[in-house]
């Protein structure tokens, strides 16, 4: 019955995100996807109830096969590029001139 219940409120979530974006994929991730296909039946119960035929037709609606975590390390990804991509938005030239200039006094 729990699983019935959170299909539905998932269901509800996938009818506003075909409503709003009509994706052509939704896939269901994380903890939400190791309740399998009870859960994932019930989802589609509830978008073929709600959304136009021709948009429930174009959209596919599955379970991610990755693992429970994967969400955490794609954000870790973003993140690591974006530092990597920009890097004086997190160090500033002063910065390193300061402990350049710091490290050379300790020498002398």
Do not use: K, W
């Amino acid at each position: 019955e729990l699983v019935r219940r959170i299909g539905t409120y998932v269901g509800y979530g996938c009818v506003t995100i075909c409503n709003a974006f009509n994706p052509s994929r939704i896939v269901i991730g994380d903890i939400v996807a190791e309740a399998g296909e009870p859960l994932l039946d019930r989802v589609r119960e509830v978008v073929r109830e709600r959304v136009l035929p021709e948009l429930v037709e174009s959209t596919a609606i599955e379970l991610s096969t990755l693992p429970t975590d994967a969400a955490v390390t794609g954000a870790t990804a973003v993140a690591i590029m974006y530092i990597l991509d920009h890097p004086s938005r997190f160090f500033t030239p002063q910065t390193v001139h300061n402990a350049t200039t710091s490290h050379n006094n300790q020498e002398r």
